[in-house]
């Protein structure tokens, strides 16, 4: 089980540029990349976009500081030659007495680079295409490199980058239009060493709707949000019977977040998670209501307002604390995605958040209507499915005590048709599957009643759906005031993730299999009264079963969809620790 410890350190000495000081430029670290060769072994090189004066500059590494050799700067341009290290940490900025936002430099070897503008091609559907990018997953019992520099060889590429847990090497392939790449994916494909060719198709994977709907505070409270806060903040420092928590790491798969806001601005510099706090580490963007800082705000924001908080940072001061890492390697779609999933599990992540997935072309709605949104072509999706099935095959194997969580989709079409839906149809107990709820418009209910919330019409569904969360939520401007709602699964996947966070930190012991037990267990219900079988597709999750209700055959909640209660799920996992005794 991971814990937690201290990475290593870098040697520290002083970076510093002569260069007048212009305090009205603040420090900002807008990108992080691995960059140079990804393949080496002894150092590794990153290079970073900022914001920052021409000024003495001191850059840091888990608040040492490194040495000025293994800097170079060109402008906003910041090249770092370090060497390997056996544990992640965050990097930041220092100018006098202001720090920049931290980010998550990574131990991994998992690194992957994207397609430039021109690299990028429309297909016969019209959808982006990287041209001479490609992925190869090699059998696991080849040696995934030598195999690849030999397929390199042999075809006239070049291997650049690597997820090497998984044995997937990018090429980058002697194509100058699709007919080219295709033909070589095609001799790629039917060598014995090769299980499956990945080609990346572009695209932004987030999964959200803007809305005109008015967010009522009642939105959050359908998950008894404010609740569960309350429960956490009491009972586990009770006195008489106190619950000793574990950090936790959370590794969010976004770009970046607007740190400007002032959901963000607390976090600044060195963070440490002693005395209950929450660390967040992020590249700078400049989009308010960009879909990472939205996502990431459900987590970690900080504000005044009561119940407005993100849900681990409204449980500070207690208990051992939480560091929220959002990273997504690099922009190469969903092979970044998958890279920079393995790089935070190898540094100690216990819950990944995935608000993101893709249809295939062709996919259909509940009305049978076709899905037009977030869509990849059939061999695109192939690929993508072989290596989404390696990555949870290395995760069973290597990390068994690692979540994640998974947005539904917002297509309002089948989670579990797994030539359709990605990567949520995967059947694997690592994996949860959230839908999107909002609230109903009866005024006269209790939280309990199963019509207090419906199913949002987008929602995907069905039975590979494990719980629905509230998927409605308020962006916040630079200036504090409100910005638009946004709707979508992508926002009630983190109020899973945040409260599987906060179970883990109470009972670290606990299995994924068993947190999915205790939140269908636990979970209130939503929409009408069904059976076990889809009835004009109003089954929003999988039916609540008789084993998840004490074996009662006529409770009330059986055959109904699951919907989140968060506090009752914090509730059954203090009372799980009795059983790890």
């Known amino acids: 089980m991971h814990r937690l410890g201290r990475p290593l350190f870098i040697l520290p000495l002083l ?4 260069a007048p000081t212009h305090a009205q430029t603040p420090l900002r670290i807008e990108h992080l990349l691995r960059c140079g060769d990804l393949l080496a072994g002894e150092s590794t090189e990153f290079c ?10 001191q850059v840091l590494i888990d608040g040492e500081l490194i040495p000025a050799e293994a800097v170079r700067r060109d402008g906003s341009q910041l090249r770092l030659t370090l060497p390997a290290r056996e544990r992640g940490a965050p990097v930041w900025l220092r100018q006098g007495d202001e720090a920049s936002n931290p980010v998550w430099l990574t131990a991994g070897s998992s690194h992957v680079i994207a397609a430039r503008p021109d690299e990028v091609v429309k297909s016969q559907e019209g959808i982006s295409s990287y041209l001479d990018l490609v992925s190869v997953v090699i059998e696991e019992r080849y040696d995934g490199l030598r195999e690849a520099r030999r397929l390199a060889e042999k075809y006239g590429a070049e291997v650049v980058g690597a997820i090497p847990p998984l044995n997937t090497y990018q090429l980058r392939l002697p194509a100058d239009d699709l007919i080219e790449r295709d033909a070589l994916v095609l001799r790629l494909g039917n060598e014995l060493q090769v299980d499956a060719v990945v080609i990346e198709e572009s ?11 008015e967010p009522r505070a009642s939105e959050w409270a359908a998950n008894r949000f404010v609740d569960a806060v309350a429960f956490f903040r009491n009972r586990i420092p009770a006195k008489g019977d106190p619950v000793d928590t574990e950090p936790i790491r959370v590794g ?15 976090y600044r510099g060195a963070c440490a998670t002693e005395d209950g706090h929450v660390c967040l580490y992020a590249r700078d963007s400049r989009e308010a209501d960009g879909h990472g800082a939205i996502v990431a705000g459900i987590l970690a924001a900080q504000r005044d307002e009561r119940g407005l908080s993100g849900f681990l940072s409204a449980l500070e001061p207690v208990g051992a604390g939480y560091e929220v ?3 997504r390697n690099s922009d190469a779609g969903i092979t970044a995605n998958v890279a920079a999933s393995v790089n935070l599990v ?6 990944l958040n995935w608000s993101w997935g893709i249809h295939r072309v062709g996919t259909r709605d509940v009305q ?8 990849r072509s059939g061999i695109a999706m192939s ?6 099935e390696e990555f949870f095959l290395w995760l069973r194997r290597e990390h068994p005590d690692v979540v994640v969580v998974n947005s539904a989709g917002n297509g309002s079409t089948f989670s579990s048709a797994d030539d359709y839906r990605l990567p949520s149809s995967f059947v694997t107990e690592q994996l949860l599957v959230v839908g999107g709820h909002q609230r109903s418009e009866r005024r006269d209910l209790p939280v309990e009643h199963p019509d207090y919330a419906e199913r949002r019409r987008s929602s995907n569904l069905d039975m590979r759906v494990d719980i629905t969360a509230a998927a409605c939520t308020r962006a916040w401007t630079p200036d504090g005031k409100p910005g638009e709602v946004h709707c979508g699964t992508s926002y009630a996947t983190p109020m899973v993730a945040g409260v599987v966070a906060a179970m883990t930190a109470i009972n670290p012991a606990l299995e994924p299999e068993q947190m999915r037990e205790l939140l269908r267990r636990s979970a209130m219900t939503i929409g009408r009264d069904s059976d076990f079988e889809p009835v004009e597709a109003d089954d929003l999750t999988a039916p609540i079963l008789p084993s998840e209700r004490d074996y009662r055959l006529n409770d009330r909640d059986v055959g109904r969809s699951a919907r989140l209660d968060m506090r009752k799920a914090l509730e059954l996992a203090v009372e799980s620790r009795q059983y790890e005794r």
């Open 346 to 351: 190898e540094d100690g992540v216990r819950v």
């Open 48 to 57: 970073l976009t900022i914001q920052a004066p021409e000024a003495p500059l």
């Open 252 to 266: 969010v798969i976004e770009r970046n977040v607007d740190v400007d806001l002032p959901d963000f601005r607390r």
């Open 325 to 327: 890492i959002v990273d």
């Open 203 to 213: 695209g932004p994977e987030g999964e959200a709707e803007s809305s005109s709907r």
């Open 368 to 375: 049978g209507e076709e899905v037009d949104s977030l869509i």
């Open 383 to 388: 690929g993508y499915e072989e290596l989404l």
């Open 15 to 18: 970076l510093a540029f002569a």
